[in-house]
C-alpha cells in the first residue's frame, strides 16, 4: 500500500507561494496558495492548464527574477521562457525546471556527457591509467573524441566511416543517364550539367545504366578527376559531336564532379540542412577501421584500468561500471601491475565521486544504460532521470523543482525508486511542484493542485488546492474519480478476446535480445510489459515493426533520430516471422514524434480536414464572384495570405536583453489572411473564424458536412475536442501529437487486416483520456485489427486480451520473456510486473 504523506503544518503558519490573476493560456484569472518544502502534485485532464500554471506561470517567473540579476549580455546567451500573464506571485523561491524532451539530435551527446561522469572517467584514465612503456602521460582532453587532440584521425571522433556505394547513387540501374538514373547528383539545373558534360566526353546517356560497361560506371561514380569541357546546351549527343567536330563556341565550359565526390563534398561544406539531408541518404555508414568504433586516437586507447581502455568502460553499462570502480574506490590494485601510492590516491579519490553519483543513477533504476549511449536514443523519461540524478548530487537548498510528468515511461517499480528519489530531494529542504497523471504519486503526494473541470477553453480554473484526501469532495472534479475509486480495473467486464492466430517471431536479436521467440494474438490486444530497458521498445517498436515492414517491403524505420544531416544508422534485427504474415496487409506505428515541425503544420491541415473546409469557402457566391479558388484560403499560398506576415499570423519584435515578443501582425490583426480573403464568409465566418475554432465547436459547425465531420467526431472521441484546429503542431504534446495520428488514422475504412503498434500511449494522458483512448483503440480491435503496445500503465494491460512480459530486469539482466498469458495470468507469474499486475484485481 502507498505509504500516507505526512500531515503539513497548519496552512496559516507554513511558508506558501502566493499566486494571484495568472492568465496564462487557458488560465482563468487564477488564485491559489502552494506550499513550499513539500510535494506538490498539479492534476487535472490533458489540455486542462497545469502546465500553464506550473511551467508557464511559476517557472516562467521565477526564471524572469533570476535573470533579472545577470549581466544584461550574459542574458542574451540564456533561452528565455518570456514573461508570464499574472498579476503578482509572492514567496516564490529560485526555480529549476525538469521538462520531458528528448535529447538534442547528434552522436556527440551521451549518457557521459549528461552525467559529466565522462570527464571523471578522462581524469581517471589521465592521472591513473595503466600506459604502455615509454609513452608519454596523456592530459583528460585526450581522452575525449569531442576534441581535436583526442579524436580518432580516421572517423575524426564519430567513430564511423561514411562510405558512398553504387547501389545507393543508382538506386534503378533500368533507368538511363538522362533518365537520372545518378539519383545523387543534383535534380535541378547543375544535374543537368553533369549529364551535358558526359555527353560532350562521349559517354553514352540514353542505354541503361546496367549496360554501360563497368570501367565507364566506376569513372562516372567514383573518380576524382574533374575535367573542365565544353557544353552545349540543349544539344542532342549527336549535334553535340557536330558542333565539337567543327568547333563552335560553346554554350559555357563546365567542370565535371563524379558522385561520389559530389556526394562527400556537399555533406561536408554545404550550410544548407536540406541539402545536407539529402545527401546523407546516399551514403552509408560502417565501425571505423581504425578505432574501432572507440572514437579515440590510439595512444589514448592504449591505456588501460582496470584492464580496459576507456572505449570499453565507455561501452559498461552503469551497473557493471560501478562493479569495475569499487575495488579502486577501496584502495585496491585496480590492474595488473601495483600502481604507485600516488595513482592509487588519486585513484581513489576519482572512484568514489563517480560511485556516489552512479548510487543516485542506479537508483533511479538506470543501471542498464551505457556512458556511451547517444542522447537521440533516450526516452524523455529517460532523459529526464539523468538530469533529476545531477539534480540530487548538487545538494541545492531552497529551490523549487518543477517536474514534467516524472512517472511517464516508467514501470511501477522504477516509480518507487523515483519517489524516493523526489523524497530525498525535499529533505534537502528544497519544494518539489510536478504535473503529473500517475494516481499513485498523486496519493503519495503531500499537496494536489487539481485543475479543470475540462480542457482548453473548459479549463483553467483550480477545482482543489490541498492535502490529497479533500480532493474526494469535490464533484466538478474528473481527477477524483479515479483517486478514490476501488484500485481494482479488472477486464472491463469482459472476457478477453481469442487469438484469431498468431503473429510468431522466432530467434529475434537486437539489443539485449539473445535469440528471442515471441507469439502475438492476430485480433487481439496485446501489452507488452516490463522493467524500463528490459526489451520491450528492442522487441516491438525495433524487430516487430522491422521485420513486418520487411514482409511488406516498406522501408525499416532507423533504430535512432539521426543528428541533422546525419546519415541514418539503422541496426538490423536478426530473426524471423514463421507464422501469420499471411493475415498482416498493413503496419502503423502511431508514435508520438511531432505531426509537424513549424507552425505552418496543424491540426486541420494534418487530418486533411483543412482540405475540405477551403473546398466548402471556394464553392460560396463571394469565393465564385471573387474568381477565388480553394489556394485562396491556405495560409501557405501567396494568393491569400497576408503579404506582410506571409501568414505566420504574428511578427518577432527584438528587444536585445529581454526575450523576443511575438505581436499580433498589424495588418492581419493575427487572423493570417488578406483582407480579401477574410470578406467571404461561409454560414457568417470567416476562414479564420473556421481556424480559431475548436475541434468541438469545429463538429457543431460542420455536422452537416460528412468529410470534415467524420474527423472531428474521431478527434472528440478521443478526448483532443479542446484543441482549436489552426493550433500550430509546434505547441502540441507528444500525447497530443499520437491521438491525432490515431484519430486521422481511425478515419481509414477498416479492413481487419492491419497491425497497429503504439509505443507507451497513455504517456500524458489522463486516465479519463486513456478511457477514451482505450474505447477507440477496442474499436480498431472489434474490426478485426492486431494492436500491440508497450505500456506500465497497469490499468491499460488488465484491459488487453495478452500480456507478454519481458525481463526480469534490464540491460543485460533482461531480454528474455518471463511470463505471456492473459493478464490473469501473468499476474500470477511471480515477475516484477505481476506484483502490480495483480492489484488491479484486489
Given amino acids: 500500500m502507498p505509504r500516507q504523506p505526512k500531515a503539513l503544518p497548519d496552512p496559516s503558519s507554513h511558508r506558501f507561494v502566493s499566486v494571484r490573476g495568472a492568465r496564462e493560456h487557458n488560465l482563468r484569472n487564477v488564485d491559489v496558495d502552494i506550499p513550499r518544502d513539500a510535494l506538490v502534485v498539479f492534476s487535472g485532464i490533458s489540455g486542462s492548464g497545469k502546465s500553464s500554471l506550473a511551467f508557464g506561470t511559476l517557472y516562467a517567473e521565477a526564471q524572469r527574477r533570476y535573470l533579472e540579476s545577470v549581466a544584461p549580455y550574459a542574458r542574451r546567451l540564456i533561452d528565455q521562457v518570456g514573461v508570464p500573464a499574472v498579476d503578482a506571485i509572492d514567496g516564490l523561491p529560485p526555480a529549476v525546471a525538469l521538462q520531458q524532451q528528448r535529447g538534442t539530435p547528434g552522436t556527440r551527446s551521451s549518457v557521459g556527457s549528461v552525467t559529466t561522469l565522462s ?46 556505394t553504387e547501389r545507393a547513387m543508382v538506386p534503378d540501374d533500368s533507368l538511363t543517364i538522362r533518365e ?35 570501367k565507364t560506371r566506376d569513372w562516372i561514380l567514383f573518380t576524382e578527376e574533374q575535367p573542365t569541357v565544353p557544353v552545349y546546351a540543349g544539344f542532342t549527343p549527336a549535334e553535340t559531336r557536330a558542333a565539337l567536330r567543327r568547333k563552335l563556341e560553346p554554350s559555357y565550359q563546365g567542370t565535371f564532379m563524379g558522385a561520389r565526390k559530389y556526394v562527400l563534398h556537399t555533406f561536408a561544406t554545404t550550410q544548407s540542412a536540406l541539402m545536407k539531408n539529402r545527401v546523407s541518404r546516399f551514403m552509408s555508414g560502417a565501425s571505423c577501421p581504425a578505432c574501432q568504433g572507440k572514437r579515440l586516437k590510439a595512444e589514448a586507447l592504449s591505456v588501460r584500468f582496470a584492464g580496459l581502455d576507456i572505449g570499453q568502460i565507455s561501452h559498461l553499462t552503469l551497473g557493471a561500471l560501478a562493479q569495475v570502480l569499487r575495488p579502486a574506490a577501496r584502495g585496491e590494485a585496480h590492474g595488473k601491475v601495483a600502481p604507485s601510492a600516488e595513482k592509487r590516491i588519486v585513484a581513489q579519490r576519482i572512484a568514489q565521486d563517480a560511485l556516489a553519483r552512479l548510487a543516485t543513477l542506479l537508483g533511479l533504476g538506470l543501471g542498464y544504460l551505457s556512458l556511451d549511449r547517444s542522447t537521440p536514443t533516450l526516452s524523455p523519461g529517460e532523459l ?187 541496426q538490423e534485427t536478426q530473426g524471423r516471422i514463421v ?113 480559431a475554432m475548436t475541434v468541438d465547436e469545429a463538429h457543431a459547425f460542420f455536422v452537416d458536412d460528412a468529410p470534415i465531420e467524420r474527423p472531428l467526431r474521431l478527434l472528440a472521441a478521443i478526448g483532443l475536442g479542446y484543441l482549436r484546429l489552426g493550433q500550430p503542431a509546434t505547441e502540441l504534446s507528444g500525447g497530443e501529437a499520437q491521438r491525432i495520428k490515431l484519430a486521422t488514422e481511425l478515419q481509414r475504412a477498416q479492413r481487419g487486416d492491419a497491425l497497429y503498434v503504439l509505443d507507451e500511449p497513455t504517456t500524458g494522458l489522463h486516465p479519463s483520456d486513456v478511457d477514451r483512448l482505450m474505447a477507440q483503440l477496442d474499436e480498431l480491435v472489434d474490426a478485426g485489427n492486431m494492436v500491440v503496445l508497450v505500456e506500465h500503465e497497469m490499468r491499460v494491460v488488465a484491459r488487453c486480451d495478452w500480456v507478454i512480459d519481458m525481463g526480469p530486469g534490464a540491460g543485460g539482466e533482461g531480454g528474455r520473456v518471463v511470463a505471456a498469458g492473459t493478464p490473469r495470468e501473468v499476474a500470477k507469474a511471480g515477475t516484477p510486473t505481476a506484483k502490480y499486475l495483480a492489484r488491479q484485481w484486489s
Fill in 384 to 570: 529526464q532521470r539523468l538530469r533529476l540524478a545531477t539534480q540530487i548530487r548538487s545538494k541545492l537548498f531552497g529551490v523549487v523543482y518543477v517536474l514534467d510528468e516524472p512517472s511517464a515511461g516508467l514501470h511501477p517499480a522504477d516509480a518507487e525508486a523515483l519517489v524516493d528519489a523526489l523524497d530525498a530531494l525535499k529533505r534537502a529542504g528544497n519544494s518539489l511542484f510536478v504535473v503529473e497523471h500517475d494516481l499513485d504519486l498523486m496519493r503519495r503526494s503531500d499537496w494536489l493542485v487539481d485543475v479543470g473541470p475540462g480542457a482548453g477553453e473548459n479549463g483553467g480554473e483550480v477545482l482543489y488546492s490541498g492535502p490529497p484526501a479533500g480532493l474526494r469532495e469535490v464533484a466538478a472534479s474528473r481527477t477524483a474519480a479515479y483517486l478514490f475509486a476501488p484500485e481494482a480495473a479488472g477486464d472491463a467486464g469482459r472476457p478477453p478476446r481469442s487469438a484469431q492466430g498468431w503473429l510468431r517471431l522466432e530467434g529475434v536479436t537486437r539489443n539485449n535480445l539473445e535469440a528471442v521467440d515471441a507469439a502475438f494474438p492476430i485480433g487481439a490486444m496485446t501489452a507488452v510489459t516490463g522493467v524500463s530497458g528490459s526489451g520491450k521498445s528492442s522487441l516491438v517498436s525495433q524487430a516487430l515493426v522491422q521485420l513486418v515492414a520487411a514482409h511488406l517491403g516498406h522501408e525499416a524505420p532507423a533504430d535512432e533520430e539521426p543528428g541533422e544531416g546525419e546519415p541514418s544508422l539503422a
Fill in 579 to 691: 507464422e501469420g504474415l499471411d493475415r498482416i496487409r498493413r503496419l502503423v506505428r502511431v508514435d508520438q514524434k511531432p505531426i509537424g515541425r513549424t507552425p505552418r503544420s496543424n491540426l486541420a491541415t494534418y487530418t486533411g480536414l483543412f482540405d475540405h473546409v477551403r473546398k466548402l469557402f471556394a464553392q460560396t457566391r463571394a469565393a465564385k464572384a471573387r474568381r477565388f479558388d480553394a489556394g485562396q484560403f491556405s495560409f501557405n499560398v501567396a494568393k491569400g495570405r497576408c503579404p506582410t506576415c506571409e501568414g505566420e499570423g504574428f511578427v518577432s519584435v527584438e528587444l536585445l536583453f529581454m526575450p523576443s515578443v511575438y505581436a499580433p501582425c498589424p495588418q492581419c490583426g493575427g487572423s493570417r489572411f488578406d483582407a480579401s480573403t477574410l470578406k467571404v464568409r461561409l454560414r457568417d465566418k470567416s476562414i479564420a473564424d473556421v481556424l
Fill in 180 to 214: 537520372r538514373a545518378v539519383a545523387a547528383w543534383p535534380s535541378a539545373w547543375q544535374g543537368q550539367n553533369l549529364r551535358d558534360i558526359l555527353v560532350t566526353l562521349g559517354i553514352d546517356v540514353d542505354t541503361p545504366w546496367r549496360t554501360l560497361p563497368k
Fill in 119 to 164: 570527464n571523471l572517467l578522462r581524469m581517471l584514465y589521465s592521472r591513473a591509467g595503466d600506459y604502455p612503456a615509454r609513452q608519454a602521460m596523456l592530459h583528460a582532453e585526450d581522452f575525449s573524441p569531442n576534441t581535436p587532440q583526442g579524436a580518432c584521425p580516421v572517423c575524426h571522433g564519430l567513430g564511423r566511416v561514411f562510405e558512398v
